[in-house]
């Protein structure tokens, strides 16, 4: 009797957290092709660290139909099938399809949202899929409205708010959740979207708020730096490439904090410094630095892949830039911008002062998932989880 009594009072306390912060975790599905501990499959996802979780990614045809772009792995192996059981484990997770993303481009979208019947298409396609697999809702990650190889230029602002607009609408007949994942900084996002408008339409605007500096730009920065850091004097605020700048735009243009989901980078961006005498925020590069054994990709390190690179290899020097509330290491001619358990602690605290909507990983499978580096499985998202839950708006706390 006691434990019936006892059980009810804690699924009612859940059920109040339930409505507060949310945690939006991308999970990049190729990961299950990595080697070694860089393999992440679905079974590898804790359902209980995240509210939402997304798929990455669908892809879209010529036609404007949503198609999956790993046939094999999406439908063959039963992965969509397998993904979306994942509520089976915990009921309150909503799993999410996304498409788009970097590798997509922007043309075919260009194309679809200028073209009425394509419209109609790619969202009656996404309907299907979210059907059948019983998704819990849909993200949109065309990278980027009138940027890359667009074909509509600056229409592609209004088109995309009506493909957003008419696909809400559709939407509310199934209760089924619209977000979009966007580019964070004024001199991307200006060019990208009406911000008002496509706020009035989703639910969640996931803001990509880290890519700020990287090996494409002549000088050390930070990837995703809270604030402005000890280099940035000189540099007029509204210039400034930093996450609370980024998102005081967002609000600013007419994002209600209560849709705006701040992103947070479970990677860092790595430099090659021009001199070993000049290693700080600022210093010259040349070009890409280190990748790592599983992502295999220059100028790229997830923090799996670098937590343990700083365990093994003492010549490392971490430094922390204190006004930013961000960490970059340097070793040699190598100079690493990343996030860190406590960088992270920042900006769900920071999200929390703003009173945003909650927090967007990308991506979940870069996380510390073995345990490698002793800050335990899944370091970073029990960090945004930790946060959150002493604050008294976790959405739930269950260990797996
Ligand atoms: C999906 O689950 C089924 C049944 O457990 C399993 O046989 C299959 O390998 C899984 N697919 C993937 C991609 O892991
Ligand atoms: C795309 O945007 C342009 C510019 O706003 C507009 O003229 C055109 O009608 C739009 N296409 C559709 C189908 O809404
Ligand atoms: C943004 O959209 C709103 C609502 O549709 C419209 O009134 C406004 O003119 C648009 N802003 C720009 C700059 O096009």
Redesign the pocket.
Known sequence: MKGIFLAALLSALIAVYASEKVVICYYGTWA?NRPGLGKF???DVNPYLCSHIIYAFAGINSDGAVIPLDVE?DFG???Y??FT?LKKKNPNLKPMLAVGGWNEGSAKYSEMAADPAKRQNFILSALDIILDFQFAGFDLGWEYPNRRDTVHGVDDIENFTQLVKEMREEFDKHGLILTATVSAVEAAAAQSYNVSAISTYLHYVNLMSYDMHGSWDSVTGHNAGLHKGDSDEAIPREQLLTVDVAVEYWLREGCPPEKLVLGVPFYGRTFKLQSESNTGVRAPTDGAGIGGPYTGEVGYVGYNEFCAMLRSDPSWTIRRDFLANVPYAVNGLNWVSYDDPESIRDKVEYALEKDLAGIMVWSIETDDIHNICGGGVYTLLNVISDVLYENSCHFKRQEL
Do not use: P, S
């Open positions: 299950v499959g679905v079974e792995l192996k039963d992965n099938r397998n059981d």
